[in-house]
């Protein structure tokens, strides 16, 4: 806290504040307050962008928020992390396989050896598209 009472618009200091306290301390409140103040501060930051939409995502199910935020993050940065989760998140909650492959096959494109994107590709294309060659030559990545 003392970190953002001396930079109190530091968009990064205030998102690392809100993932520790999602991450850490469990106080999701708290953490969305946080997320939302360091998106105030810096509403181009895809990492911020990026981690408020898995937390409106994964911890509070508001999948229309979330995909909101994925996709600004998106927009703002190519991070192999933020790709990746978003193609998760369109394949899992809204079933857009067809989006989902588009954004697997970014999230490889930026971190061509990202063990989890390339393995969740690979679960994609061997349970959503049925091909189980491009699915075992991912796995082997």
């Given at each position: ?62 999948h229309h928020l979330a995909d909101i935020h994925y996709q600004r993050a998106v927009q703002c ?65």
């Amino acid at each position: 806290r003392k970190a953002i009472q001396c930079a109190p618009q530091n968009g990064d200091i205030i998102g690392g504040y809100a993932s520790f306290v999602a991450e850490e301390l469990h106080d999701n409140d708290s953490a969305e307050v946080y997320y939302k103040r360091a998106i105030e501060a810096d509403p181009d930051n895809a990492v911020n962008l990026g981690k408020f939409a898995y937390f409106l995502h994964a911890v509070r199910g508001d999948h229309h928020l979330a995909d909101i935020h994925y996709q600004r993050a998106v927009q703002c940065g190519n991070n192999a992390d933020i790709l990746g989760n978003y193609a998760n998140f369109l394949e899992t909650e809204k079933e857009n396989y067809e989006l989902a492959e588009y954004y697997y096959k970014q999230a490889v494109a930026v971190e061509p050896m990202h063990a989890y994107n390339l393995a969740s590709y690979a679960k994609f294309l061997a349970y959503s598209q049925n091909d189980n060659g491009a699915a075992d030559e991912h796995f082997r990545r």
